[in-house]
């Protein structure tokens, strides 16, 4: 009778309470690191999105003045919805998500400023940056 036992607690098969608990505990430590590295980096493509814009919309300025015939900007100050489109003849790309942009200056001196529109792109890489205002708005100046 003895002997049946042994066999059947030596077939049983399966893991201890304290070998799961110490894969939840790795488990835990591991996604204590990760998750805040993930948000940063995600809160850091929000601030590439806006210079990403913000040279978008730099090349569509580029291909409006290869035209000889385009000497001027019409207006003041061009406004640019995140939908972009055809504003004063020049095609501007479509921004990112809720960003918005504004084009001023003269041909020799052309100022973009992209707002990020989430307002997650954090305050330390604005700080790292000089195109950054604390605002949340990109500024690319072309020369």
């Known amino acids: 009778?003895?002997?049946?036992?042994?066999?059947?607690?030596?077939?049983?098969?399966?893991?201890?309470?304290?070998?799961?608990?110490?894969?939840?505990?790795?488990?835990?430590?591991?996604?204590?690191?990760?998750?805040?590295?993930?948000?940063?980096?995600?809160?850091?493509s929000y601030c590439s999105a806006a210079e990403s814009d913000a040279n978008g919309i730099a090349g569509s300025l580029a291909d409006y003045f290869a035209i000889p015939t385009h000497t001027t900007i019409t207006g003041s100050a061009i406004t640019i919805a995140a939908a972009g489109g055809l504003t004063n003849g020049i095609t501007f790309p479509k921004?990112?998500?809720?960003?918005?942009?504004?084009?001023?200056?003269?041909?020799?001196a052309i100022s973009i400023t992209v707002k990020d529109g989430t307002g997650r792109c954090p305050t330390t890489y604005q700080a790292a940056n000089k195109e950054w205002s604390g605002s949340g708005t990109f500024n690319k100046k072309m020369k």
């Open 95 to 108: 921004l990112s998500g809720t960003n918005t942009a504004t084009v001023g200056g003269g041909v020799s």
């Open 1 to 44: 009778m003895k002997v049946n036992k042994l066999r059947m607690l030596a077939s049983q098969k399966g893991f201890t309470l304290i070998e799961l608990m110490i894969v939840i505990a790795i488990i835990g430590i591991l996604a204590a690191v990760a998750i805040p590295n993930f948000i940063a980096y995600r809160d850091k």
